[in-house]
């Protein structure tokens, strides 16, 4: 018993050592060959003559990964609604990721959720590992077909809301800054690149690609307006309007600065006093049907079952 037994482990042993070896040859071997890839990218007027070389040249994603993306976003694309996508792109911009490449893999995504209900149908109605029944076999298999479907785009809509949730808070500490700097005697670029320094988030992102666009070449009207429509903020809207209207008249930037950086103040306490007015109607919702049950469960379940009892003798 104990020779069959360690010849049973020499055996497993030696399998072992047998496919860790060849898994470290081919896994050598495919390294060797991308670096040789590599390599071979790097030098200037090369030219292979084999065409499979060429393609082999190219990343796994581009050749593998990239064609399955593209067939999913086209399929995207075709059975979409109309203006969809154009929602879909104005979402990512507000998002701050306005890359086209972005709403190909969210469209592709899409699909493949849409794609994933199947199996949900099969795991539930055929496969049924959890045994359910009835009613509540077409409620779990209606929640997660829900959170399929709907998922991808509540997921954007919340990015979208947070970033500009963040705009909105950080819009008047921002401006306080940027008044300072305009009144200790800077220009409104200079002022706006050293506030952009200081402090570090979403708005100065923006306000860096503003900046950005004016120093390409573009008048600081359409970088602001550029900017409003990128942001799609009300703060922001009016801070916009202020400075176009202050370089239209010949107002002091100083004093429009300041007020508003004053209103914004204001602005972010009744958002703040807006959420705390709402917390009370939103709490009531699980207070009913989760706190209140089980409360009810603890005060009167021992009633109920003494009157039982009482009855039943």
């Known amino acids: 018993m104990d020779t069959t037994a360690l010849m049973l482990l020499l055996a497993a042993v030696l399998v072992g050592g047998a496919l860790a070896l060849g898994i470290w040859a081919v896994g050598s071997h495919v390294n060797e060959k991308s670096q040789v890839r590599n390599s071979l990218r790097q030098l200037e007027g090369y030219e292979v003559e084999n065409v499979r070389d060429q393609e082999l040249l190219a990343p796994i994603t581009e050749r593998a990964i990239m064609p399955v993306l593209g067939g999913l976003t086209s399929l995207g694309r075709r059975f979409t609604p109309v203006g969809y996508v154009d929602t879909v792109r104005k979402k990512f911009i507000y998002s701050g990721n306005g890359s086209a490449d ?61 970033r500009q949730h963040e705009l909105q808070v950080t819009l008047p500490d921002v401006l306080d800054l940027l008044t300072i700097s305009v009144e200790a005697g800077l220009g409104f670029e200079q002022a706006l690149d050293r506030t952009i320094a200081a402090v570090p988030g979403a708005l100065s992102e923006e306000f860096s690609r503003m900046l950005g666009e004016v120093r390409a070449g573009a008048s600081r009207a359409d970088a602001m307006r550029a900017l409003e429509q990128r942001t799609n903020v009300p703060e922001i809207r009016s801070f916009v309007l202020a400075i176009l209207q202050a370089d239209t008249f010949g107002v002091s930037i100083g004093r429009v600065l300041r007020s508003q950086s004053e209103e914004m103040r204001i602005k972010r306490r009744q958002l703040a006093e807006e959420r705390a007015q709402k917390a009370p109607v939103k709490m009531l919702i699980p207070m009913v049907f989760c706190i209140f049950p089980a409360l009810f469960i603890v005060v009167i379940g021992p009633a109920i079952i003494n009157i039982q009892i009482a009855f039943s003798s």
Do not use: K
Request: aromatic content about 14%; cysteine-free.
């Open 102 to 162: 972005a709403v190909d893999r969210f469209l592709a995504i899409r699909v493949m959720t849409i794609i994933g209900v199947v199996p949900v149908f099969w795991l539930f109605f055929i496969w049924n590992p959890i045994a359910l029944e009835g009613l509540m076999q077409f409620i779990a298999f209606g929640l997660f077909a829900l959170a399929l479907i709907l998922g991808p785009d509540a997921i954007l809509t919340r990015r979208v809301d947070e």
